[in-house]
Structures are given as C-alpha cells and as structure tokens.
C-alpha cells in the first residue's frame, strides 16, 4: 500500500495527486536528489531547467514531509537572530546571509508567478510580542534590521495598532512585514513538482534511498533499484533516517503541530486577522497562526521533543488556539496533524557537501519555508557552475602524443627539435 500524506487540511485541499512510481533496476543520472520537499523539489527543477538529467528519490510521496504540513509562513531572515550569525561568520558573511533570506522570498513569490502556482500566497505577516521584554526585543530589531540590514519594508506596531490587526487580548506589539507572506505549503511544493516533472524530472515514490555508495560517480540504492549519478543533493532535513549519521548528528527532529477549523467565513476571518495576514509570537516556544485560503483559522504552536503527539491532540491546539482568540471556542476543529523540524544547536541553517560531489541542506530550525527554495537553488547553481564551467575544458579535443607513453618524449623532443629550427629561419 503507498504512503498516505499527512490526514491534514493541507492533504484534504491539494490540488494535485500524483502517482509516481517505485524505482526498480538500474537507472543514471547526471543528478540524483534524495527528498521531495521545496528544497528538493527546487533543486531539481532548477538543474532540469539548465538541461541536466535528475532523478527524484522519495521514500514516502512528493511533499510527504515538512514542506507538505507546515504553517506555511514565509519569513525573511533564518531562524537564528543576525546578531548570533554575526558572531559565528562575521558581518559581512551575515550581511550576505541576510540578503540570501530576502531573496529566498523574492524567489517564492517569483516561483508562484513563473510556474503558475495556486497556492493562495497572501502578503504580510507579523512578529508579535506578549510582555515588555519582547516590546524592547521588537523595537531593537527593527532599529537593527531597518539601520543595518537596509531592510524597509517593516512597521512597529504599539498594543493598540497590534489589536487592531489581531483581534486578540494577548498581544502588546507587533512587528509587521508586508514582504514576508504566507502560502499553501503543500500545494506549493506540488506546484514545483509539477513544473519539475514538466522540465523532465524523474520522480519516484515509496523509494526510500536507503544506502549511498560514494565515488565518482555515486551509486544510490532503493529496496529494488539503483541510480548512478555524478552528483548527489540531500535535502532530508528532519526525516532522513539513517541514512548519513554524520548529518544527522547535527540535527535534532522536533514536532510541532497544527489544527485547522471548519470555514468560518471571509467576515470572520478578516475580523481576526485584518487583511488576512499571518502571525507568530516570539516566544521559545511559539505559537504561529494565519487563516487559509477557504477561510479556516491555522492555528499552530506546542513541541514534542520525543517526536510523539500530544494526548488528544486536536483538544490540546482547539485550547491553546481558544486561549488567543476566546471568539473561537466554538468552532469545530476538522484537522489536526503535526510534523518534524530540524533543529540545529545554534539554530543557523547547515548547508555543505559530505564528499565533492554530495551536496545537503538541512537544519532549518522550523524557518524554512522560504529559505528551502534558496537552499535547493544555492546547490543547484553549485552543481551546475561546476559542471557546466568544468565541461567547457572537457570539449577541448585533446589528442594522445604520437608514440604513447613509451616514446612520447623522444617524439616530443624531435618536434621541438623541429619548430626550434623552423624558428631559427
Ligand atoms: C508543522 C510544521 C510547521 C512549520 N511551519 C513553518 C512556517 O510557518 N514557516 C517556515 O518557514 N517553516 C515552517 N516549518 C519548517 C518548514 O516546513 C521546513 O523547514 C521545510 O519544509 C523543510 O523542507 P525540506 O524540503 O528541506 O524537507 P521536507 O519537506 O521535510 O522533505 C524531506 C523529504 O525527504 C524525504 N526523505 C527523507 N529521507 C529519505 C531517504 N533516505 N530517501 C528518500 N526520501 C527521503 C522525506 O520523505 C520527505 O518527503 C514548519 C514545519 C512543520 C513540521
């Protein structure tokens, strides 16, 4: 039987279903991508677009992973502050890294338009506080990120402006973003899928890669097949298993989890959020929420460190959503579903290549929505500047010397012999 999606509202309201099939026998490629999420699926796109052969492993179905169940909030900058980026690569590294996150947003909203995707984006999102500490919190980091970051497109909001937005009690500031957004993740990711499968990706599901063979070039195996490929992208994040300890190692799988209520209309819905835009505190441990394109609240939050959900799961979001909106007791929760981030220690994306032809991205620390789509394009340029710059030497016909390895420098020395005189007349 083939893997289920998560039974999400996501699942319920996908626009496309696609039916790939399991990888058997022996396959080549010049790209073989693990995982089918936006980082992978973008990769993927992005390499068969530059004219390179890629094959898709999935162990589960496209988009099966977090990219199929997230909050769908698509957020400038990482999950960790620019202050702690600074300390770790120095600031102008973190400038960059900084400029990569607003692009990664430029390149969602660009990726909707270019391939056509209906996946309800929205503009606008807000930071919110819930105490004097976070109100200074928010004030510094829009002085930070307006006075250092050249980033403009932010409003402070007192508690008054905040309520006027969001109708809830709880919040006492608000830092708005009308160049973040929020989107329909997993029709997103199908939406990239299709256009991959458009360029001539080939997609498998239920094909687990269960155990790499490295060299040049890398050999990749399934329950029933095999890919030879000169490049490897993983793009994983919170559920490979067992497949690369030593980047696993460096993350830890954390669940985090969402109801979605009955429709409540566009009148109710534009009461709680004005002008439907989306939401998170800034807490540890926060809670993150927006209204979907049929007019449903998301309401997401809570941690399970042990990857195991919460009793009753759909009391326990309906509460903690009534807790912010006391207006919602009523409404009938239809799903509730959770998934796995990937958290790293210092909470900074890690991104790199296990041998020179493995690339990965991971850890995205639950910000990853729009930094995936930067993440699968960043490998696919390396693996295409590297091979596409690479090959232009690999056209230069170059001939053996004449006699072979045994006489070619005798036949060496005659010829120069030869123009050395030639020169001399
Ligand atoms: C509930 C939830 C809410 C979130 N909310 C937000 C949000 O609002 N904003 C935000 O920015 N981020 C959010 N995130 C985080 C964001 O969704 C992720 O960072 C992002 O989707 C990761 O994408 P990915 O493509 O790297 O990985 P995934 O989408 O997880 O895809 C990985 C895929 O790899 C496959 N796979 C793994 N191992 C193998 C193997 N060995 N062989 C073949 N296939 C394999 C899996 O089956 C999976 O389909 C949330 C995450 C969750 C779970």
Redesign the pocket.
Same mark, same amino acid.
């Given at each position: 039987m083939k893997a289920k999606h998560t039974n999400s509202y996501y699942a319920a309201s996908a626009n496309h279903s696609f039916d790939f099939p399991t990888l058997k026998g022996a396959h080549k490629a010049d790209v073989c991508v693990?995982? =089918? $999420?936006?980082? +992978?699926?973008t990769a993927a796109l992005e390499l068969a677009n530059r004219g390179f052969k890629v094959i898709v492993?999935?162990?589960?179905?496209?988009?099966?992973?977090? =990219? $199929?169940?997230? +909050?769908?909030?698509?957020?400038f900058g990482w999950a960790s502050e620019q202050s702690t980026l600074e300390k770790l690569v120095g600031k102008s590294d973190a400038r960059k890294l900084w400029d990569m996150s607003v692009d990664a947003l430029t390149l969602t909203k660009g990726n909707i338009k270019k391939y056509n995707i209906d996946c309800d984006w929205r503009d606008g999102m807000v930071h919110l506080g819930v105490k004097p500490r976070h109100d200074r919190e928010l004030k510094a980091w829009y002085d930070d990120l307006r006075e250092n970051y050249d980033y403009h497109s932010l409003e402070l909001w007192d508690q008054e402006q905040t309520r006027e937005h969001i109708a809830s009690d709880r919040y006492t500031s608000g830092m708005f973003d009308s160049n973040s957004g929020?989107l329909h993740?997993l029709n997103y990711?199908l939406g990239l899928v299709k256009a991959a499968k458009e360029a001539g990706v080939e997609f498998y599901e239920q094909?687990?890669?269960?155990k790499i063979e490295h060299g040049d070039p890398a050999t990749l195996f399934?329950e029933h097949g095999t890919v030879e490929a000169n490049h490897v992208v993983l793009?994983?994040?919170?559920?490979?298993?067992?497949?690369e300890t030593k980047l696993e190692n460096r993350v830890m799988p954390v669940?985090?989890?969402?109801c979605a209520t009955e429709p409540l209309g566009e009148e109710v819905t534009g009461q709680l959020m004005k002008d439907h835009i989306?939401a998170?505190d800034i807490n540890f441990v926060l809670d993150?929420f927006r209204c979907s394109g049929d007019h449903r609240m998301l309401f997401?939050g809570r941690v399970s460190y042990s990857g195991v959900a919460p009793f009753n799961l759909e009391k326990a979001m309906q509460s903690r959503m009534v807790d912010i909106y006391p207006q919602l007791k009523n409404a009938k929760i239809d799903f509730a579903?959770?998934?796995?981030?990937?958290i790293t220690l210092n909470r900074a994306p890690h991104f790199g290549r296990i041998k020179p032809n493995v690339y990965f991205?991971?850890g995205?620390?639950?910000?990853?929505?729009?930094?995936?789509g930067m993440?699968?394009t960043l490998m696919a340029e390396c693996i295409a500047t590297t091979a596409e710059r690479f090959a232009i030497f690999d056209k230069i016909p170059h001939h053996p010397f004449p006699g072979g390895r045994l006489f070619r420098t005798p036949a060496l020395v005659l010829a120069m012999s030869y123009f050395r005189i030639r020169d001399m007349l």
């Open positions: 693990v995982g =089918s $999420g936006i980082t +992978g699926a492993l999935e162990g589960k179905r496209v988009g099966w992973g977090a =990219s $199929g169940r997230s +909050g769908g909030q698509a957020i929020h993740p990711t094909s687990e890669c269960k399934t793009a994983c994040n919170a559920y490979m298993d067992g497949l669940g985090t989890y969402i989306s998170c993150y997401g579903w959770g998934g796995n981030v990937a991205a991971q995205f620390s639950g910000h990853g929505i729009a930094a995936t993440a699968g």
